[in-house]
């Protein structure tokens, strides 16, 4: 089971953008797939998640209203579109795959991280 997390970067406060999250060796129609951050110094945070079926999707009040997550089944892949980006973003982000059809909160795979910082 792999997750490569990727599409961070360095933004400048009001602009956009998207996370992917490729699976590998796993189907997304079996688990769901959540977004976590680690800012330094803060304990980590989930953002948001998305459950096997699609019917399901969270988010952390925080990022609600700028934040979307969603799936490319073709690829096999989690998208987390983040627009309207604030300094507070700045983490780093991982994607997990829960344990769980459903968003859990318990992952047991994780991907290797990407970087997302918003300054000017």
């Known amino acids: 089971v792999q997750l490569q997390a990727s599409g961070g970067g360095l933004v400048q406060p009001g602009r956009s953008l998207r996370l992917s999250c490729a699976a590998d060796?796993?189907?997304?129609?079996?688990?769901?797939i959540g977004w976590l951050r680690q800012a330094p110094g803060k304990e980590r945070e989930w953002v948001s998640c998305i459950s096997s079926s699609d019917s399901a999707t969270y988010y952390t009040d925080s990022v609600k209203g700028r934040f979307t997550i969603s799936k490319d089944k073709s690829k096999n892949t989690v998208h987390l579109q983040m627009n309207s980006l604030k300094p507070e973003d700045t983490a780093i982000y991982y994607c997990t795959r829960d344990r769980q059809e459903y968003c859990s909160g318990s992952p047991n795979y994780w991907g290797q991280g990407t970087q997302v910082t918003v300054s000017s």
């Open positions: 060796a796993f189907t997304l129609d079996n688990y769901a």
